[in-house]
């Protein structure tokens, strides 16, 4: 079986009941994992909330008790919601930018030759996590070198080696991110911070924990998940060299590519809502104050939805993925990260010649009745120039 492979724990139950179960710290939590019931829901902002009284609780695993911020606009609800969207989106759609391309695709050609030239790298923590933290710069338009920094922290923002949630590591982000909007208010520059505390919604400016609620979004929602993309592209293309081929004699497949890659590893496995009101999913009945996830995971391999949903079709015509979340809290960094992996996927076609797994440790998340490989721990791969 190939490294890259990543299965689908969810297909009996998907098939047979439409929903699984977890106990998330004494919280359990309903799984939904069809494609249809998961968007339905992601839809129904009304019955299933993200805002709600508890900071922290949509997200699986809970962040109720190492945080107290909520960040914005994912914790948010309409109306509301539409406010602080409507002020963010266009700073965080500046990807599409062709001098933002231009900087991206500097920092990704730098980090492609340095494999090329070590001839091996391990890819989680020198490559994907550099990558990630580099590129991150650029969405919050700051100096380049604070990236160092962040890589220092590791691959995860709120968990340890030996803790799933880590309260003292957590608080790392908040004061690195409370001494920047510091830094920001007294001396205002071009970067995020200063374009939030200099922004107001219906008439006031946004508080110094409204712009921090940005920020935490910012820095943990986008980490993660795009060391997980980043990480499981170079294992999928180093087991399959004739896909890297395939790309290279057919760039106009590119946009799908990165849609099927989005798709088949779905780097967030999940998210939480709370439900408003006593309701049923699935024939399944579910109470008010307790919670649901939308399992993306489980609805990007729906075999109602996607021909055959275990394999990686390049080309794949029609591909509703929901990988991004769906209706009205999609994913914020979306078209940061559709950048990431437009951009390494051109780089690697136009300097690699195959690559090679050479170790792998793979990352498991416990799912309680689910064990759902998201990535890896560790990746050590071979890389050959053109």
């Not at 380049?144 to 709120?158: A, K, P, R, Y």
């Not at 399959?240 to 004699?249: E, V």
């Not at 209706?327 to 951009?343: M, S, V």
Request: with cysteine; hydrophobic share 35%.
């Amino acid at each position: 079986m190939k490294k890259s492979n990543i299965d689908d724990p969810f297909k009996e139950a998907r098939e047979t009941k439409g929903f699984g179960t977890m106990n998330d710290q004494n919280d359990p939590v309903t799984m939904i994992l069809g494609h249809k019931d998961v968007r339905k829901c992601a839809h129904n902002w009304k019955t299933f909330q993200s805002g709600g009284d508890e900071i922290g609780r949509i997200v699986v695993p809970s962040e109720v008790h190492i945080r107290d911020t909520r960040q914005i606009p994912f914790e948010v609800d309409p109306p509301q919601h539409k406010s602080y969207r409507d002020l963010v989106e266009p700073w965080f759609k500046r990807p599409l930018e062709e001098e933002y391309q231009e900087k991206l695709t500097d920092i990704i050609s730098i980090i492609v030759d340095e494999a090329l030239t070590k001839g091996s790298m391990e890819v989680v923590s020198e490559f994907a996590l550099k990558l990630q933290s580099r590129a991150l710069t650029l969405l919050l338009n700051i100096p380049f070198e604070e990236s160092e920094l962040w890589i220092s922290w590791g691959t995860h923002v709120f968990r340890s080696e030996d803790t799933a949630l880590d309260g003292d590591k957590a608080n790392i982000l908040y004061d690195y991110i409370d001494a920047q909007i510091d830094k920001a208010i007294a001396n205002p520059g071009v970067d995020l911070y200063s374009k939030l505390l200099a922004s107001e919604i219906d008439g006031k400016s946004l508080t110094k924990e409204e712009v921090k609620g940005v920020l935490i979004l910012t820095f943990a929602g986008g980490r993660d998940t795009v060391i997980n993309a980043i990480t499981n592209t170079i294992a999928y293309f180093a087991d399959n060299p004739q896909a890297l081929q395939q790309l290279r004699d057919q760039p106009e497949h590119l946009n799908s590519a990165i849609e099927e890659l989005l798709r088949y590893y779905s780097p967030l496995t999940q998210m939480g809502r709370v439900v408003t009101e006593d309701t049923q999913v699935c024939e399944h009945a579910i109470k008010a104050q307790s919670r649901i996830s939308m399992c993306w995971a489980s609805a990007n391999r729906d075999e109602r939805v996607f021909e055959n949903p275990n394999e990686v079709v390049l080309d794949r015509k029609v591909n509703p993925h929901v990988a991004f979340g769906f209706g009205t809290h999609n994913c914020l960094g979306a078209t940061h990260a559709r950048q990431i992996l437009r951009i390494l996927l051109n780089t690697l076609t136009q300097k690699v010649g195959c690559m090679q797994i050479t170790d792998a440790k793979e990352n498991i998340e416990d799912l309680d009745e689910f064990n759902r490989k998201v990535g890896f721990d560790s990746l050590q791969v071979a890389f050959h120039k053109l």
